[in-house]
């Protein structure tokens, strides 16, 4: 299914309840949008006049209520995208190429895409027995461990000990067609190494992890969230008569009605934060050295950091990462973005009662980009550099003023890089 970038246009009606936009250096504007034509975004403030923006400054245009999740425990089916598109599913069907999905919410809605044809397809995973935490982890395992050469068949089978407990086994091969006319319905696999296929009954596939052919892709422009929690890469949106149809960068095609839209995320096809990206190189030495966190404190908590030091009040960070002194951390950039930017401070966890002071050095391989030393209880140090033109950005983090490295580390929350 071949997609072509066409011209990103959207444009809200005044009954609309009020589209709040936020920009990546924390611009708030109130109002409504006008239009968004390539990679330029103009927004009707409700003061009046209007204003052009790049979207590529933009982290985030609300327009709806905000998205509600399924609720903890319920099983139910996820299905990812190749681009990374995630939705939540009362039911699949596999219909030949094709898969359709009836999605979960108050007014359920079916999706199709396309499974695989001889060009690729959309779907890279799905896991049907979400909402079971420890099969949700199996499942993790099973896509962290797969060898990328094969599709993944993934059944649930029982442990021969006393308890039976439930886990998720993975079986290499290849997937085929599915027949949805068949009772129960079946899906063609031809496990690896074997020379014949065989018709799999559906209610046997928990899941399916599949190799796909690897295609020019157009580049995200945003990602869209529904109202029920579905999250859409969108390399194109367009208005429609009832709301939004977007092209998503794997391909395929989706419909929203407008009160289905919560939120345009663009940070998605400009931001990529440091937790979310795999080091290029790592170090971690010196005293009783220990594995950096992602997203975390080093105690696996959230990160706070001290926002108030004469009040002692800190602020919670939902990305970022923590490193121990002495570590040295590396990310390839390949010169595609222009700002480096993080809060960098000691984690204020009350549980964290050890001193810590660091200097911390941030660099391209050649000269050094930034550097400042952080101590525990200061305020959370603003870092904003430019990193255009980096190919590889390398954050060296070592104790200051101290004999050994213990209890020395620095938090850099939001650490990301912004194009």
Known sequence: MRITCTLLALALASSLPAAELTTLDGKKLTGEIVSITGSDLTFKPAAGGEEKLLVTTIAAITTGQAAKGVESGKKHTVVELTDGSV?????????????????????????????????GGAVF?????????KLEQDFRNILRNRRKAYDVWVKKDKSKTEDTKEFLDPVEG???????????????????GAG??????????????LNQKVKVAAPA?????????????AQAVAKTPKGYTINTVSGAKIDLDEKQVSKFDFAAGSV????????????????DPEHYQKDKN?????????????????????????????????????????????????????????????????????????SGVIKKGE???????????????RITVESDGSVTDLGNQVSLANARVVK
């Open 87 to 119: 939705f939540r599913c009362q039911s699949i069907t596999v219909k030949g190429k094709m898969l359709e999905m009836k999605l979960m919410g108050a007014s359920p809605r079916t999706v199709t895409v396309l499974l695989r044809d001889d060009e």
């Open 125 to 133: 995973s799905i896991n049907r027995e979400a909402g079971d935490l």
């Open 174 to 192: 290849t997937f085929g067609d599915g027949d949805d006319a068949a009772e129960p319905p079946t899906i063609k696999f031809t496990i690896s």
């Open 196 to 209: 014949e296929s065989t018709a799999l009954r559906m209610p046997v596939v928990v899941g399916m992890v």
């Open 221 to 233: 422009v945003c990602k869209v969230i529904d109202t029920d929690a579905n999250e859409i890469i």
């Open 272 to 287: 990529k934060y440091l937790s979310d990206l795999e080091p290029a190189a790592l170090d971690e030495s010196g005293t």
């Open 298 to 370: 080093l105690d696996r908590q959230p990160i706070q950091l001290v926002s108030d030091p004469t009040t002692g009040r800190a602020e919670t960070y939902p990305k970022g990462i923590t490193l121990k002194a002495k570590t040295v951390i590396s990310y390839d950039l390949k010169g595609a973005y222009k700002t480096f930017r993080a809060l960098a401070g000691v984690d204020a966890d009350k549980q964290n009662e050890a001193p810590s002071q660091v200097k911390v050095t941030i660099d391209d391989g050649m000269q050094v980009i930034w």
């Open 379 to 393: 305020k959370a140090k603003d870092v904003n550099v430019a990193v255009q033109n980096v190919d590889r950005l």
